[in-house]
């Protein structure tokens, strides 16, 4: 996608901590964002944040997906469980609630969907802090895993960032991203993590592809360089 043809993004898990990032950065950028969330009551803060629009609905228990998809150039998934989700049986946002989301995009002609996952989803050889993710949250991880899958075989445009643990600092842009199954492990910032899942629809080498991603340490030996571009609004003249 050309960095000035995102006319409407949809950030969902909006209200979180990487969505709450990732509003900003959008709202300057993208004539009109449209914000998830599965509470009414959190409409003016995520206004405030930078949503042109916000629609309330429940992933995993759906009243009507169409409207938050229709109209949409790209799909921003930032969404996650938390930790009684996790400890619960039921279905999980990062599964059946993501994909659900993937199905609707894909059923409204979205030209693109970005996934925010986490390090050790999948099969690709790991650090050993895939091994502590998988004990703390390996019902999450096994869920991401399904999902990616399905947005790998999904007719759109495709970003999956697979981040090691998040944090709340500051957004720095030394960040490392790099291939499946390059073993990555340590921290980077959710402030980070925003800048690029903003910019992955609009990087050439970011099409159809998965990254791990750090920012501390850095593993330069292991970094893939990308060019990152951010989406723009058309000046007109
Ligand atoms: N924490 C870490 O160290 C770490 C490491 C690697 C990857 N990750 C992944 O990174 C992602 C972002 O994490 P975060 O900590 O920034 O987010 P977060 O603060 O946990 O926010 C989660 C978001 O998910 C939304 N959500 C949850 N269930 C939903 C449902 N059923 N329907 C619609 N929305 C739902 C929530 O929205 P509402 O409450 O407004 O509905 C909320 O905005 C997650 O996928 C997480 O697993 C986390």
Known sequence: MNPESVDTALVAG???????EL???LSSRVPIVRALTRSAAKTEHLRHAGADEVVVDNLLAPDD???????????YSAVGSGIADVRGDGPL???????ALLRAAVDAGVMAFVMESALGVGGD???PLATVFDLAIGPVQRAKAETEAALRDAPLRHTILRPGVLTNG???DRVTVARPGARLW?????????????AAPVTPAAADE??????????????????????????GN
């Open 125 to 127: 050889p790991a650090s």
């Open 65 to 75: 997906l169409s409207q938050a998809v229709t109209g949409v150039d790209v799909v």
């Open 186 to 198: 340590g921290a980077v910032s959710r402030a980070d993590v925003a800048r690029l899942l903003a």
């Open 170 to 172: 500051l957004r720095t």
């Open 93 to 99: 946002v990062d599964g059946a609630g993501a994909q």
């Open 210 to 235: 998965t990254f791990e991603v750090v920012s501390v340490p850095r593993f330069r030996d292991r970094a893939l360089a990308v060019d990152w571009q951010l989406p723009r609004q058309e000046t």
């Open 14 to 20: 909006a209200s979180g901590g990487t969505g709450q």
């Open 23 to 25: 509003l900003p950065l």
